[in-house]
């Protein structure tokens, strides 16, 4: 009995060694996709970063699994797919919060600069400047903290802010790459020609132009050519179209959707006798981008999925193997009924986990997503920011998004017809004004604070999905109470709502209202804007 004992012993011992084996093997996934990376497979190399993410952070190593999520980051950014890679980078940035060596702050600058890459993309240039400038305090090689100082200058020149540019293309002239050079020489000479007329930039763009077409520098070539054509734009219009033709036939021969919509873009205007030919083109492009770039975000989301469902699937093999030679030691006489114990759990702990997941994610959306979209909608439209209001009612989202995690959102709530009024309020500017009739606290007397924050997320949907898709000038909400019902008029003279973003959209207001026993009614005939009637019973 004691050899069968320690027979099985060591089984359970090599077992565990075996796994924990395949786990440091698996860390190749790390290189696997560096070298798909290097060599352009890009789908492949996101693959592989995925993996070894989910693997790293199982081992608990979160400075490696931080880089693999920058370089998740960075590829979404170089896919278009902007919102998701700073998500992703914001994941990795948790992971190195504390961390202060020279490797981690070296992963954090590179981080930093996809994250402003993407805000600048997005046009959030104040962002993009303020990330610039993290990358560039985390960053200890000369040549990357250069070429974000070009990034910077290039943000300020975007917004036509040549005098701010200059300064930081001036810096970035520092480097010692021969590409970096002609790229921050390229641009120093386009913001001195934006901010003087009289300035004659032609002998450093024809500078920067060599440079780049000795290197083979494809993208450069094309940026040279597109401030060539910027600068004669005005002075010779010839000489543009000359400039603009090239940079549509290079970025022809080089795949280069970017450039091709640019260089279609100044064509539009440099060649009126062919525009409507042009013109087609341009949008035709367009959409064939916005489209390849919406699969391309899709395709990760994809990959993504189907790798952390792999890794789930891997891990609980592992347990049911860890599980079924501890029960083969102790208790071998009661293996089948073991088996059928661990299934049935097993069922069991994965529907537990999906309405976990459920229930928190309808939490962080009440709580954390719509508590920011409306203080940023408070900031939009107040004339006089007040920064210590906004603070405090961001500090109200922070707690409230730390309850989450202990299961118990905070109770100390002011009256909930306050509550109402100023969320509504929050909504009220020059171009849309609120309106709201019969919000008295005696209406909701009987009422429970389930039931209030219910009604609370509804409305603040509404008008969420009023600002982003209505476009409406006026807004009324009206309450009424009736016996033991409470009605809610909501109307606005927007554009109206498709049936489509109605089911889209409207879903979370009905499945709300079914939870508290009420009852909505879209209405979308009227001739214009949208009409919603609820009907709550008083609990």
């Known amino acids: ?158 917004q036509d802010k040549a005098i701010l540019a200059k300064p930081f293309f001036e810096i970035a002239l520092r480097t010692t790459d021969s590409i970096d050079y002609a790229r921050a020489l390229n641009n120093l000479a386009k913001a001195k020609f934006l901010e003087s007329e009289a300035y004659n930039p032609v002998p450093e763009l024809q500078k920067a132009w060599q440079i780049r077409i000795r290197q083979k520098d494809d993208q450069g070539v094309n940026s040279s050519l597109a401030t060539f054509a910027d600068y004669y734009i005005k002075k010779d219009k010839s000489k543009a179209l000359f400039f603009t033709q090239e940079m549509y036939n290079i970025a022809s021969q080089n795949k280069s959707p970017d450039d091709r919509l640019e260089s279609l873009q100044k064509l539009v205007i440099l060649d009126p006798i062919n525009y409507s030919k042009i013109f087609e083109k341009y949008i035709s492009l367009k959409d064939s981008i916005e489209t390849e770039r919406i699969k ?100 109200f989202v922070y707690e409230k998004s730390r309850d989450i995690s202990h299961d118990q959102l905070s109770a100390k709530e002011q009256n909930f017809n306050e509550r109402l009024s100023q969320l509504i309020a929050s909504f009220n500017n020059e171009k849309v004004k609120t309106y709201i009739a019969g919000n008295d606290s005696d209406l909701w007397n009987g009422f429970s604070k389930t039931t209030e924050e219910e009604i609370y997320q509804v409305i603040r949907e509404l008008l969420v999905n009023m600002k982003k898709h209505s476009h409406a000038e006026r807004v009324v909400l009206k309450f009424e109470r009736k016996n033991n019902t409470v009605s809610i008029g909501y109307s606005d003279n927007g554009i109206g709502v498709a049936g489509n973003v109605i089911h889209k959209n409207g879903r979370n207001v009905v499945s709300r209202i079914q939870i508290i026993a009420g009852d909505v009614i879209f209405d979308t005939k009227t001739e214009k804007g949208l009409k919603v009637n609820i009907v709550i019973p008083v609990s």
């Open 296 to 395: 391309a975000k899709d395709k990760f989301a994809i990959i993504k999925f189907d790798v952390e469902k792999k890794n789930k699937e891997n891990a609980e093999k592992e347990t049911a193997i860890l599980r079924l030679v501890a029960i083969v030691i102790g208790l071998f006489s009661l293996l089948i009924l073991g088996v059928f114990w661990f299934r049935k759990r097993k069922k069991t702990l994965e529907l537990k986990v999906k309405n976990t997941e459920l229930r928190y994610s309808k939490k962080v959306h009440d709580v954390v997503a719509n508590g920011i979209y409306q203080v940023m909608t408070k900031i939009e439209n107040q004339e006089n920011f007040d920064k210590e209001k906004a603070l405090d009612e961001l500090e």
């Open 1 to 158: 009995m004691k050899k069968f004992i320690l027979f099985f012993c060591l089984l359970f011992i090599s077992c565990k060694e075996k796994i924990k084996n395949d786990i440091k093997t698996k860390n190749l996934n790390l290189k696997k996709a560096e070298i798909c990376r290097d060599s352009g497979n890009i789908d492949s190399a996101y693959i592989y970063y995925t993996k070894a993410k989910e693997e790293l952070i199982k081992q608990n190593d979160s400075l490696e699994a931080a880089r693999a999520i920058t370089n998740i980051a960075i590829i979404q950014c170089n896919k278009g797919d902007y919102y998701g890679s700073i998500s992703s980078s914001i994941e990795a940035e948790k992971l190195l919060y504390e961390k202060q060596d020279s490797i981690s702050k070296e992963i954090k600058s590179s981080n930093y600069n996809s994250i402003a890459i993407s805000s600048k993309n997005l046009k959030n240039y104040n962002d993009a400047i303020t990330y610039y400038k993290h990358a560039i305090a985390n960053s200890s090689q000369k040549e990357n903290t250069l070429t974000y100082y070009n990034n910077i200058g290039d943000t300020y020149l975007e």
